[in-house]
């Protein structure tokens, strides 16, 4: 009859959505039964094995990288490791990864504040006890970057502090010394209105850029956040921070009203000033080496300018390799760490003054302290010592985008400083809660 | 008589298993839509709002909140009213400059004698241009530096403008973006405008009615069907704005391009708060459909549908 006709076509239709569902959540949760500490294929058994190495540098940075991978690859021939680039939304490609069990073997991080709650990432301790590796090979301020809430997460890649790049034909075209480290922020300011003229920067001033305005503001005796990461307020707004503030406005107003050269360049302005429109720029150490290289610019390196009565305390920018912890491949992937991070790998990679090596040893043999233009990046990790703030909770990204906002009030629209200080302290610490 | 019965009884099964038959196509042919809309857009739609009474980071497993988003996001965001404010100026600016220009364009394409299909292809082609591609090519003509608009007011005499780095001036920058897709209503325009029969224009020459009162009382009406489409999709369509902001902005100056949907992003995709984003897309969501819906509703008192001879 027509309603059993209708029943059974009603039928084929279900079995066929089903097999859709089916088909679609495919590949969903791994079981947690791969959660095994030290995997079967122990012994170093000559079977074949991929491992997937994820990084966020891309073209000439990602060389070095690779040159040290290709090194590995000969020293374990049964492993094969497969590069992955992603120059772009890193985080979120990490996270996603993450969350649905496909991440890479080996991967690297800064931003553990934010993957380490969630159980995602591999607790490298019980690692390093096994191997008895030696951690103190690094130095020690690059360990505490590789640490959150009290456990080890990655080993150290590379670190770079920062300084300043100054082109010695603009200023010997406007007759200014060129400077010299332990310089003023007063002389800073100064040097910048006498090399700012139309079609000409003295500095780059990025207004949206908290993270590279920490250094200043540390050199001053103050702070973002406290050690503890949990007060803001009474902190950010501190007497000195506003002494700070009002530096960093005055730099902004000497060189450029606007700054033009933020979201249109890449990497923030490199090809401005190796192009010659900018006289002086900061920046890490990476660009240095291609930039010698390239050998069209005439340039030299200085460290950052302090205030009357402040130290030099520079900002560092670090990384670690971690794994995560559903990995297959733990014990190829904790090999791999270990080449990329200590004294070979580390040798390989910071080759070419591409960047500082965590391994004391390995800086010590590259001599970067005693080379004219890394002696001013050597200087600036002297008295570092303190975290950046990303690193002390793990609801900074939101707090730094109220900052953000103040300091963009304060740049664009000139609000009072003080002020504005204390408004963006307050709100900032409503986000900790 | 049961024979006549049997047969007509006949005649109706098999007329019933025809319709059936046809009804099994039907779906059939809708099925793979379907099973996209199902799998890929309502479902994830529900998830989302399941997921927008919790705080999830994606790693680990979403936390229970109530209508704590809701609350946060109307008491202690410190974004949300700017999100709002930016997205609600941007789109009752361009939704009608859109649409002014659109008929503009095509009424004067109308008129042409000559070249009329060439001139159409010319005016149609910028909308082609879309997404991510569109925004890096307008970023560099805004640039003040090297950008070829600021280079023109230059030779003019004009002062540069800091089209993007300037708080004031960078929202309409992006709209005069949004204004350079105005090719694809203007085609809709101009079709519209063929249909309208010659007889009206006529009757309105005996009438007496110069060029201009041609346009206000004849041409406008009957286009407003094609306005109110227009209105509706353009609508929609800036609300959601993303990509312009995104690439050419981020948000900047000073939040002066924070558009709602950048503020979804953000927080989903750099606090992680997924929960919190999917919130705020739902109400997103809740008021794109009530403003459609307004929208709507009042179109009965400006719409001329010619079907129904004009009027209220």
Request: charged share 20%; hydrophobic share 45%; proline share 5%.
């Amino acid at each position: 009859m027509i309603s059993a006709k209708r029943s059974w076509m009603s039928v084929v239709v279900m079995v066929l959505c089903v097999s859709l569902l089916a088909a679609c959540g495919g590949n969903g949760k791994n079981e947690s039964g791969s959660e095994v500490v030290g995997s079967a294929s122990a012994g170093g058994s000559p079977e074949k094995v991929t491992l997937r190495f994820m990084t966020w540098d891309s073209g000439q940075t990602l060389q070095p990288y690779q040159n040290a991978i290709n090194a590995f690859m000969e020293k374990h021939p049964n492993i094969e490791v497969k590069v992955e680039s992603v120059p772009d939304n890193y985080d979120q490609k990490l996270l996603t990864a993450l969350a649905s069990n496909t991440a890479p073997d080996v991967f690297m991080a800064w931003n553990y504040p934010l993957y380490v709650p969630g159980g995602a990432l591999e607790d490298l301790g019980p690692w390093v006890e096994k191997d008895q590796y030696d951690l103190n090979m690094y130095y020690p301020i690059l360990m505490d970057y590789m640490k959150y809430d009290g456990k080890l997460w990655g080993l150290p890649t590379t670190y770079s502090p920062r300084a300043i790049y100054y082109n010695k034909k603009l200023f010997d075209e406007a007759k200014v010394p060129y400077p010299q480290d332990g310089w003023t922020w007063d002389e800073f300011v100064e040097t910048v209105g006498k090399l700012t003229k139309p079609g000409q920067y003295g500095f780059i001033a990025t207004p949206d850029d908290v993270f590279t305005a920490q250094p200043f503001f540390w050199s001053n005796g103050g702070d973002f956040i406290s050690d503890d990461g949990k007060q803001i307020e009474g902190v950010l707004n501190s007497e000195q921070n506003v002494k700070t503030m009002e530096f960093l406005k005055r730099v902004y107003d000497a060189s450029s009203k606007i700054n033009t050269a933020g979201k249109f360049s890449t990497n923030n302005g490199i090809e401005a000033f190796q192009t010659g429109q900018i006289a002086m720029w900061d920046n890490g150490m990476w660009p240095l080496g291609d930039m010698l290289a390239a050998g069209k610019l005439d340039l030299g390196t200085v460290t950052h300018p302090i205030p009357e009565g402040g130290t030099l305390k520079g900002i560092i920018h670090t990384s670690g390799y971690s794994m995560p912890k559903n990995g297959e491949h733990k014990d190829e992937a904790w090999e791999l760490i270990k080449f990329m991070s200590g004294p070979e790998g580390s040798k390989i990679i910071t080759a070419n003054k591409f960047a500082f090596s965590p391994v004391k040893q390995v800086d010590k043999e590259n001599g970067y302290a005693n080379d004219p233009y890394l002696k001013a990046f050597a200087k600036e990790l002297e008295n570092s010592d303190k975290l950046i703030a990303n690193m002390r909770t793990e609801k900074w990204s939101q707090a730094e985008d109220i900052i953000r906002s103040g300091f963009q009030a304060i740049f664009y629209n000139n609000a009072d400083i003080k002020k504005m200080l204390d408004t963006t302290a307050q709100k900032a610490q409503e986000v900790l809660k | 008589m049961s024979r006549t019965n049997a047969g007509e009884a006949a005649l109706l099964r098999s007329a019933r298993r025809k319709r059936w038959k046809e009804n099994l196509a039907g779906w059939f042919f809708v099925s793979p839509w379907m099973f996209g809309f199902v799998f890929l857009m309502l479902g994830p739609m529900l998830f989302s709002l399941v997921i927008s009474f919790t705080e999830w980071n994606m790693v680990g497993a979403p936390k229970f909140l109530g209508f704590d988003n809701y609350i946060r996001m109307f008491t202690s965001d410190p974004f949300y009213y700017r999100a709002l404010t930016v997205t609600f100026k941007y789109v009752f600016l361009t939704v009608p400059l859109q649409v002014i220009l659109a008929i503009l364009i095509a009424v004067l394409l109308n008129r042409a004698t000559v070249g009329i299909r060439f001139f159409r292809a010319v005016f149609y082609m910028p909308s082609l241009i879309q997404g991510v591609t569109l925004a890096l090519i307008w970023g560099w003509m805004f640039n003040a530096d090297f950008g070829p608009i600021n280079f023109f007011l230059e030779q003019a005499g004009l002062p540069r403008v800091h089209w993007l780095t300037d708080p004031d001036v960078a929202l309409y920058a992006l709209v005069i973006v949004a204004l350079w897709g105005v090719g694809s209503p203007m085609v809709l325009y101009l079709s519209a405008l063929r249909t309208i029969s010659s007889e009206y224009y006529e009757a309105a020459d005996i009438d007496g009615a110069g060029r201009i009162r041609k346009f206000f009382s004849v041409t406008l009406p009957l286009l407003t069907p094609t306005v109110l489409f227009n209105i509706i999709t353009s609508l929609i369509a800036s609300f959601q704005t993303i990509v312009l902001a995104f690439v050419m902005t981020g948000g900047g100056p000073a939040e002066s391009t924070y558009f709602y949907s950048l503020h979804v992003y953000r927080s989903a995709f750099t606090h992680f708060k997924m929960g919190y984003a999917s919130a705020m897309a739902w109400v997103m969501f809740v008021m794109i459909v009530l403003l459609t819906g307004l929208i709507l509703k009042s179109s009965k008192y400006w719409v001329h549908y010619e079907a129904d001879g004009g009027g209220r």
